[in-house]
């Protein structure tokens, strides 16, 4: 059977059909889930409302996570079309551009930590305060992304790295939090994959040879193989787990040697 006959998904951060959030969509709309999308800025609309129907939605919604009022908005709307609500998917990050240059003391201003930390970290408290009226009552389940630069240092990740951070630690305490209303809250930790989010990076195309190079699945692991954990973890098969950072990333995180000539 389907992992998520029956359940309701809201998937946040549509921005392409390269997104995480697509790969995330099409994996839950082929589990049996109904899907819920949103975008931010009115020039996706069109683009992200054609996504939708190939995952058999006409629910798109624009929603700005750094503005309580989008936030609020988009949960009247929805709660109009839908009861209830079981899945809350988190894929949204932003630093601005030169805060992801050079290094990490020179780039890293008052202003951009704020940005970050707004929109990649307080963003999910603030979307799962929001969606819990719905989630009541249910074996729900909130997902967000996060990166290995949380972790660790990552040559220009810079103050992402720090709201990457400050997101595993919000996952932590919304599960402890949320657990005894039956939400359930995680994270995956996605290997680097080609997305608008990456494109533009300097040196990321040599990141992700690196990294497929080093790894022990010897390539990059793709928005199916976040999707397919993610209809895992937000289905009732994870029940047991919650408060956790799951990694997706062919096992990069565990290698403390490699030797890249083994590739092919
Ligand atoms: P993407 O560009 O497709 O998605 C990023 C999304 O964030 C976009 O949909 C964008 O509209 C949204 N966003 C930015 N500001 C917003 C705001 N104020 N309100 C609402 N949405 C906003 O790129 P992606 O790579 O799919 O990124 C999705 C998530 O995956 C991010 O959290 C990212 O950190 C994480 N991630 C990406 C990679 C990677 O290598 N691509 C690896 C690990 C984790
Ligand atoms: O989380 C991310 C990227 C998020 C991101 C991307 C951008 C580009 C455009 C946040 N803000 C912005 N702001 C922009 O103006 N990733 C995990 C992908 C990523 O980005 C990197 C990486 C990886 C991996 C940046 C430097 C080094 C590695």
Not at 12 to 33: N, P
Not at 68 to 73: F, L, R, T
Not at 120 to 126: E, G, R
Request: charged share 20%; proline share 3%.
């Amino acid at each position: 059977m389907a992992l998520l006959t029956g359940k309701r998904a809201l998937i946040v951060g549509l921005l392409s059909d390269r997104s995480i959030a697509y790969g995330i969509a099409e994996a839950m709309h082929r589990e049996g889930a109904d899907v819920a999308l949103t975008y931010v800025g009115e020039r996706f609309k069109e683009r992200v409302t054609e996504l939708g129907a190939t995952v058999g939605t006409k629910l798109v919604f624009d929603m700005d996570v750094s503005k309580d009022e989008s936030i609020e908005a988009t949960f009247a709307a929805l709660g109009k079309a839908w009861d209830s609500l079981d899945v809350v998917v988190h894929s949204v990050a932003f630093a601005p551009r030169e805060a992801l240059t050079g290094g990490f003391t020179a780039a890293t201003s008052r202003e951009s930590f704020r940005i970050a930390h707004d929109i990649s970290s307080y963003s999910l408290t603030a979307v799962a305060r929001a969606a819990q009226p719905l989630m009541q009552g249910r074996a729900g389940a909130i997902l967000t992304l996060t990166y290995l630069g949380a972790v660790k240092s990552i040559p220009s990740y810079n103050v992402m790295g720090l709201a990457k951070a400050s997101l595993e630690a919000t996952v932590r305490f919304l599960a402890a939090d949320l657990g005894p209303i039956g939400i359930r809250v995680n994270a995956i930790s996605a290997g680097p994959i080609k997305t608008l989010a990456a494109a533009g990076i300097p040196g990321f195309r040599k990141m992700m040879h690196h990294v497929a190079a080093a790894n022990p699945i010897r390539r990059n692991v793709t928005q199916d193989d976040v999707g397919n954990a993610a209809a895992f973890l937000c289905s009732d098969l994870a029940a047991g787990i919650t408060g956790e950072v799951l990694y997706v990333d062919g096992g990069y995180h565990n290698v403390g040697m490699s030797f890249p000539e083994a590739a092919d």
